[in-house]
C-alpha cells in the first residue's frame, strides 16, 4: 500500500513539472511569453488574474501632474525580441498622442502562470505602467512639470541659506526705502489721506485692478467708463444701487440706437478685435452665469421702480480665452471654442417685443443684419421666441458666446443640454466642472475616438408646451454669427412641429418617417440622452416628408450605416426623394472654409448630389477600367469620371472681398482657407469663384447648394 501511495505521489509530481516544462500539457490560458508578438492594452480595462489580484491593463505612474492632463485609450506593444535570455522580453510600446505630450518609459508585466518565474504567462494578464511627459509645445501651453519641492528638498544647504540671505537683504532694502519715502514726505509738508492706498484697495479714486493700466495721468483720475483690460484673472467686488444698472442700460440703449447707422461698421471692426485678443478656454461660466441670473431677476422685478440701495452684485473680469485664428486649424484635436461676447450691451438683451411667426412647413431665413432690409430675416430673439415659455432646449455649436447666449433666455424656466466638443476627458471635466452647481444646465459631448478631432454640427431643438422647433442653422452660438455688428451673415433653416394630440408610441422602422429616423439615428450617435429622444415622439413629423435630414457621424461605420450618414447619406437621401438624375447636372456650392480639395473629392460629391449612394466612387477608385467590370458599367450609367468639370462650382471670398467688408479681416476668422492648398497641383481652381453677398459689406459665413 505504502509503494502505491509513493507511485501515485510520484505521478503527480511529474505531473506538476511537466506543466511548466513540457510544451505539449501546457494549460489552453497559458502561453510562453517569448511567443507573444505584439499586445494591446486599453485603458480602463483589467488584466486577467490567476494567482494574484487584477491590475488596470493601462495605468500612467508618473509625472503626476502630466497624467492629469491626458489618458492614453489604447496603448500596443510588440515584442523586439529577447535581450540577455530567451525570456528577456524587450518590449517596443506606441501609442496616439497629441503633439503637447510623448511617451516617456514602458514597464511591461505578466503574471507568471504557476509561479512568478514561470516562462509560460497567463493568457489577458499583460499590463502596460508608462510615463506621460510633456514636449516643447506641451510645456508651452502647460508650464513645466512642478519639480520646485523636489528641487529643494534635494538641494545643498548652502542653496537655502542664499535663498534667505536675498530676501533678508531685499527685506531691508524694502524697509530703508519706505523710510525715506516717509522723511521725504514729511519735508514736503504732504499728507497721505487724500491720495494714500489702502491695503483692501478701495478707499481712493484709483480703484483700479493690477496693472496693466489704460495710460492716463493719475493727477486726472480714471475716465468715466474703463475701457476692457487685457484678460486676466483679476476679481473684485462692488456695491452698485440696482436702480443704477437699469438707468445706465435705458440711457446705453438709446445712445446705441441713435448711433448705430453710423457706427456699426466701426463697431463691428473694433469688437472683432477686441475679441481676437482673447482665448476662449478659461471662462468661469459658472461665476458668470451666477451673476447673469441674478440681473435679469432684478431687471424683471423692477422694471418700473428703482431697487433698494442694499441690492449688490459682483463684477468679475472673465480670464483669458484663446483667440480665433484667422489660418485653418490643422487635423488636430480642436477644444470647443468659447468667445467673449463682442456684442454691445443693448445688443445682449432680450428683445422687447420678439415676433413670434410659425413655419409649419418649413422656411430658410437669413439672419437679420442692422441697416438691410429685413425681409425673409430673423433674429435670434424671435427665434426663440416666446423665451419666457420655453421649457427645454438643446443647443448644438462649434463656437460659443455664453454672455451673448443666455440672456435671451429666461434661464430659470428652461432646461438646456448644450452638445459640445470636448475630445479629452481632462477637457470634458473642466466643462462639466464650470457648469457644476446650475441644475438646468447638463452638457453632452459626442464621441471624438480616433481621427475623429472636430465636432462642427449646429442644431437646435426647442421645446414649447405645443410646439418643437427645429433649427438647422449656418451660425454658430456668437453675436457676430447672429448679426451682431452687421459683419456676417448666415442661413436658417426651421420647421414648428405641433404637438400630437393623442402621442403613440415609437412607430415601427418601416411606417417612421425619414426626416425623423434620421435625425434621432443623429441623436443617439451625440449620445443625447433617451428623455430628449422620447420628446420628440410627443410632435408631428408628418410636415417632414418632402424635407432630408443629412448628417455627417464621425468614424469608421459598418454594415449599412455608411449609406445613411456622409456624402454617401447626401446620395441616398436625395435619392430616396426622387431626386436623382442620371444625367449631367449643374451645381452651385456656397461655402465659408475650403479643404484640400481634389478631383476625387470633388467628384464623390457631385455624385452624391446626383443621387448615388457612394458605390459608385467605390467602383470608380477600385477598378482600373471602367469597362473591365460589368457590374461597374450598370452602376456608372450615364455618369462619366469628368461629368463635374465645368458643371460644379464653388463660391468662396476672395481676399479682397474679406477686405471690403465691414468687419474686414479681424471678423473674418471663422472664413477659412490655406495658401498651400490653393498651390497644391490637384486643387480644383478652374471651379472656384469669388463668393460676394447681395447685402454689400456683410461676409457669407453660409453653406448651401443649388442644382
Known sequence: MLGVFLLLATLISAALCGRVTNPNNVPRNAILLSKVKSLTVRAGQQTASHRVSPVPQLQCVGPAGVCN????????????????????????????????FKLGSTDVSCEGYASSDDPYVLKGSCGVEYRLLLTDKGEERYGRPDDTVGKLSSGKSEDIANFLFWIVFLGVLIFCYCVYQAYRNEDRGLGVQGTGYGGGGGGDPYDDPPPPYDSYPRDRGPPKKA?????????????????????????????????????????????????????????????????????????????????????????????????????????????????ESTAPLYARQKTANPILRLHHEGIVLKTYAAGYSSDRTITFADLISPASTLKSCLLSSFVWDFDWLFPHFS????????????????????????????????????????????????????????????????????????????VMENMVWLIDLPRLPDPVHEPSSADEIPFKKSLTTFLSAQTVPGEILNKLDLFDFRKTRRVGFVHSIGGSHTGNEWRRTGHCGLGTTVSEMGLADQGPIEVDFVTSSVGSLNDEFMRSMYLAMQGDDGLTELMLRSTKSQRRNKSGQNMAKGKSVQDWQGRFRFYFPSSDVVKASNGGPSCAGTICFSEKWWAAQTFPRAAMRDCVSVRDGLLMHNKVRQS
Open 69 to 100: 492632463l491626458y489618458t492614453i485609450d489604447v496603448m500596443r506593444c510588440i515584442n523586439e525580441g529577447s535581450g540577455y535570455g530567451t525570456e528577456d522580453v524587450e518590449w517596443s510600446c506606441k501609442a496616439f498622442l497629441p503633439e503637447e
Open 227 to 339: 475701457r476692457a483690460y487685457p484678460p486676466r484673472t483679476y476679481t473684485r467686488s462692488q456695491t452698485t444701487p440696482a436702480g443704477n444698472e437699469d438707468e445706465d442700460l435705458k440711457l446705453a440703449i438709446e445712445l446705441s440706437l441713435q448711433e448705430q447707422g453710423e457706427a456699426s461698421t466701426a463697431n463691428a471692426e473694433s469688437t472683432c478685435q477686441h475679441s481676437g485678443s482673447k482665448g476662449f478656454l478659461g471662462l468661469d461660466r459658472k461665476a458668470m452665469e451666477a451673476e447673469r441670473l441674478a440681473r435679469l431677476k432684478r431687471k424683471r422685478e423692477d422694471e418700473s421702480s428703482v431697487a433698494s440701495s442694499g441690492d449688490s452684485m459682483k463684477a468679475t473680469t472673465v480670464r483669458g480665452q484663446q483667440p480665433i485664428s484667422a489660418k485653418p486649424t490643422e487635423a488636430s484635436s480642436i477644444p470647443p471654442r468659447m468667445v
Open 411 to 486: 434661464t430659470k424656466r428652461t432646461n438646456f443640454l448644450l452638445v459640445m466638443q470636448a475630445k479629452y476627458l481632462r477637457e470634458r471635466q473642466q466643462i462639466e466642472n464650470d457648469f457644476a452647481g446650475i441644475g438646468n444646465i447638463r452638457v453632452c459631448f459626442p464621441p471624438m475616438e480616433g481621427q475623429v478631432n472636430c465636432m462642427h454640427s449646429k442644431l437646435m431643438l426647442l421645446f414649447w408646451d405645443d410646439r418643437c422647433r427645429i433649427v438647422v442653422p449656418t451660425a454658430n452660438l456668437t453675436g457676430v454669427d447672429w448679426g451682431v455688428g452687421s
